[in-house]
Nanobody, 127 residues
Framework: QVQLVESGGGLVQAGGSLRLSCAAS????????LGWFRQGPGKEREFVAT????????YYADSVKGRFTISRDKAKNTVYLQMNSLKPADTAVYYC????????????????????WGQGTQVTVSS
């Protein structure tokens, strides 16, 4: 079992910044990935970014590339999503998720390949 707890969401004006955190606990394999997804009103859940825990390699959705940065702190078992230059289109509930398949050679962008999910944190960007 893996528990994921997100924090850091809130209301921000367009052009502003927020940093989301996701604290992981429980039994995690030595090689796994933590990702961020988001779901806006009336939209499907979409991939935002992901990071491989052991090596630190990352992958981003085109819509956030250059504006968002995913990172991890191994000592704190926490992954972060630094979001800059926020736009109203970034408004969504943001979810942290863990892909425990250590043999997956690629960083997954699809929700069904992630095994555990946090409860989500709301990010609202006003224009």
């Amino acid at each position: 079992q893996v528990q994921l707890v997100e924090s850091g969401g809130g209301l921000v004006q367009a052009g502003g910044s927020l940093r989301l955190s996701c604290a992981a606990s429980g039994r995690t394999p030595s090689s796994y990935a933590l990702g961020w997804f988001r779901q806006g009103p009336g939209k499907e859940r979409e991939f935002v970014a992901t990071i491989r825990w052991s090596g630190g390699s990352t992958y981003y959705a085109d819509s956030v590339k250059g504006r968002f940065t995913i990172s991890r702190d191994k000592a704190k078992n926490t992954v972060y999503l630094q979001m800059n230059s926020l736009k109203p289109a970034d408004t969504a509930v943001y979810y942290c998720a863990a892909d425990l398949n250590g043999s997956r050679w690629y960083l997954s962008q699809v929700p069904y390949e992630y095994d555990y999910w946090g409860q989500g944190t709301q990010v609202t960007v006003s224009s």
